[in-house]
């Protein structure tokens, strides 16, 4: 089945830091990938949607110059968290869309962020 | 706004019992619907996804679409206490992104 691969799984970061995330399409080719974030006992909230090759398109409230996303190939998008603050902590998912075999929405397996 | 609703519970069945979740949502054109399982600290695993009315069947999973009355459920049979997780019902509209559903948290008691 399709597997999305998301790194790192946790990671905790000083104030004012910048951290990155990775997801990846390990089996099949996302032009579309969808940044989710989730904090306590709350549902996802769709952040950004990353399109390959183009600029990603962001959600209401959602900065665009704090949360950068790139999406430069077909099976790699990265979301990088720019001047994390304790606020910023959350469960951060990501997903794909895999239209080759009807999987629908895979996602990846989470990036827990702390900030300290 | 486009919107998913779901009671968030906790739904407590006991252990054999028959879990029914529920989810309603507000535009009437979305095409597909999704629900997905999701153990605390995880992420969301595709349970069962629907796109026309009617019962959808897959082991002790089944689930219902009523596009009229913009319903969709998700019923599970013989339920165990390693169904307990929070469910989210996901609906796909024309734009071709999912809203999801705050989720429903369920509880099967031994």
């Known amino acids: 089945g399709a597997v999305v691969s998301q790194h790192p799984s946790r990671v905790i970061c000083k104030s004012g830091t910048s951290v990155k995330i990775e997801c990846r399409s390990l089996d099949f080719q996302a032009t579309t990938m969808f940044w989710y974030r989730q904090f306590p006992k709350q549902s996802l909230m769709l952040m950004a949607t990353s399109n390959e090759g183009s600029k990603a398109t962001y959600e209401q409230g959602v900065e665009k110059d704090k949360f950068l996303i790139n999406h430069a190939s077909l099976t790699l998008s990265t979301l990088t968290v720019t001047s994390a603050h304790p606020e910023d902590s959350s469960f951060y998912i990501c997903s794909a869309e895999n239209r080759n075999d009807g999987y629908g929405y895979t996602f990846g397996s989470g990036t827990r962020l702390t900030v300290v | 706004q486009k919107e998913v609703e779901q009671n968030s519970g906790p739904l407590s069945v006991p252990e054999g019992a028959i879990a029914s979740l529920n989810c309603t949502y507000s535009d009437r054109g979305s095409q597909s619907f999704f629900w997905y399982r999701q153990y605390s600290g995880k992420s969301p695993e595709l349970i069962m996804s629907i796109y026309s009315n009617g019962d959808k069947e897959d082991g002790r999973f089944t689930a219902q679409l009523n596009k009229a009355s913009q319903y969709v459920s998700l019923l599970i049979r013989d339920s165990q206490p390693s169904d307990s997780a929070t469910y989210l019902c996901?609906?796909?509209?024309?734009?071709?992104?999912?809203?999801f559903g705050g989720g429903t948290r369920l509880m099967v008691k031994p």
């Open positions: 996901a609906v796909n509209n024309a734009g071709n992104m999912l809203t």
